[in-house]
């Protein structure tokens, strides 16, 4: 399977803890992004990544949030002391820059986080 | 699986029909379109993009239609299929940044 893969799939944490998921981009693709989604609404952005480099943050992404992508390869999204409020899916994408054209957002299966 | 949208609203077809699902944006910086399909319990599936200075662009069985001055995408899928019943987003991006901003969605059922 060549397409974007996260692991978890599926995760249920007690309000409190920390979880961590991972992406992990088609290869080759520069651009990695991670949106959250809860039921019956579109996917909301929270941030972006053009190779290790964090470029864009939504206001979303409070300060129990933490996305990393250290080799410009994979990435971890970390929420600490999780609320329920934080139940939701989270997806991740990625994209090939080239050029000026604007790239296509390619996205993983996501990860289905349930805080009890 | 789960389902995805709850409340959505939902465009019944039968199989066959041609489908139309129609999305609404309000920024006028966008410069970028995008259309996903996301069935229950999976992450949103590419359908097809466009940029602003086109006003149509046509796949294999789906067409996107842009209307900027009433500032409005539109989706038109042939000949409807079981296999295309599933959630519809719309996407816009603004000129100078990455993020996609979502629609609210539309279900899409295709009845035999």
């Known amino acids: 399977d060549t397409g974007v893969s996260q692991d978890p799939r599926h995760k249920i944490t007690k309000r409190g803890q920390n979880v961590t998921f991972r992406c992990d981009p088609i290869?080759?693709?520069?651009?990695l992004y991670w949106y959250r989604q809860t039921l019956g609404q579109g996917p909301e952005f929270l941030t972006y990544?053009?190779?290790?480099?964090?470029?864009?943050k939504s206001r979303l992404l409070s300060d129990r949030f933490s996305a990393e992508r250290p080799k410009g390869s994979f990435s971890t999204l970390e929420i600490q002391r999780t609320e329920q409020g934080d139940s939701a899916m989270y997806l991740c994408?990625?994209?090939?820059?080239?050029?000026?054209?604007?790239?296509?957002?390619?996205f993983g299966p996501g990860t289905r986080l349930t805080v009890l | 699986g789960e389902s995805v949208g709850l409340h959505l609203p939902t465009l019944s077809v039968q199989e066959g029909d041609n489908s139309i699902i129609n999305c609404a944006y309000s920024?006028?910086?966008?410069?970028?379109f995008i259309w996903y399909k996301q069935e229950s319990g999976k992450g949103p599936q590419f359908i097809i993009d466009i940029r602003s200075n086109m006003d149509k662009r046509q796949g294999q069985r789906v067409t996107v239609l842009l209307n900027k001055t009433v500032k409005h995408l539109s989706l038109q899928i042939a000949a409807t299929q079981p296999g295309d019943s599933a959630v519809y987003f719309c996407?816009?991006?603004?000129?100078?940044?990455?993020?996609?901003?979502f629609g609210t969605g539309t279900r899409l059922l295709v009845s035999p």
């Open positions: 920024n006028s910086a966008s410069d970028y």
């Open positions: 290869s080759e693709h520069n651009r």
């Open positions: 994408a990625s994209s090939y820059r080239a050029g000026a054209r604007t790239d296509t957002q390619y």
């Open positions: 990544f053009q190779n290790e480099a964090q470029l864009e």
């Open positions: 996407a816009e991006k603004e000129t100078g940044f990455q993020k996609l901003v």
